[in-house]
Each structure stands twice: as structure tokens, then as C-alpha cells.
């Protein structure tokens, strides 16, 4: 792909040089041949070349990324079940014979001030 891209821009060097020495041209000349017919369109072609890699440098860090995010969350679990297994049981108030009560809600009260 660089070979091809190297020959062109060889190619368009000696157009442009031509050009600019030629008894009908000019420096400008030179300058849009160099620029229209090697910079810009060999830009182009070389960034439509590389999107096949683009593209899987993109999937490739995609995939480590999610690989990364897998390993914490089995490390997170792993540190979770070793707290887990740390922390005593928690004791029931009714040995478990009986479904535990709804705990009442505090309400707010809102004291009065008198002026």
C-alpha cells in the first residue's frame, strides 16, 4: 500500500516540477498540480485503505475493554462473598417461625413556634 502511495507522490512531484520549470508554467501551477492531483486525493485513498484496521483496532480495544470490565465485576463478586462469609449471621428476632413485622416509619413533626 506505501508503494503505491510513494510512486504516486513521485509521480506528481515531477508533473508538478515540470510545471513549474515548463516556459508555459507557473509556480502556482506546480502548486495546485502537487496539491489537487497528489496530497488531497492520496489522503483520501490512504484513509478509505485504513479503515479495515481502524476498524479492528477499534473491535480489539473494545474487546479488552469489556474483558477488563468482566475480570472487576468477578473481582468485585469474589470480594463480596469474602465480606459475606467474614460478617456474622444476622440473628431473627422470632427464630424464623414467624414473618418479621413491618418496621413503622418515623413521621415528621413539625414543631410549632409561637411568636
Known amino acids: ?14 508533473m508538478a516540477v515540470a510545471e513549474a520549470f515548463s516556459p508555459q508554467g ?5 502548486l495546485v498540480t502537487l ?11 490512504m484513509y478509505l485503505m485504513g479503515t479495515p484496521r481502524r476498524r479492528a483496532a477499534r473491535r480489539r480495544a ?8 468482566t475480570k472487576a465485576t468477578k473481582a468485585n463478586q469474589a470480594d463480596e462473598a469474602a465480606t ?7 440473628p431473627q428476632p422470632d427464630d424464623g417461625r414467624h414473618a418479621a413485622a413491618a ?6 413533626v413539625a414543631e410549632r413556634k409561637e411568636s
Open 35 to 45: 496539491v489537487f492531483y497528489g496530497l488531497l486525493p492520496l489522503s483520501i485513498v
Open 62 to 69: 473494545e474487546a479488552d475493554e469489556a474483558a477488563q470490565a
Open 1 to 14: 500500500m506505501y508503494l503505491v502511495a510513494i510512486a504516486w507522490m513521485y509521480v506528481v512531484l515531477m
Open 26 to 30: 507557473t509556480v502556482l501551477g506546480a
Open 103 to 108: 418496621q413503622p416509619i418515623d413521621t415528621f
Open 84 to 90: 459475606a462469609a467474614r460478617a456474622p449471621a444476622s
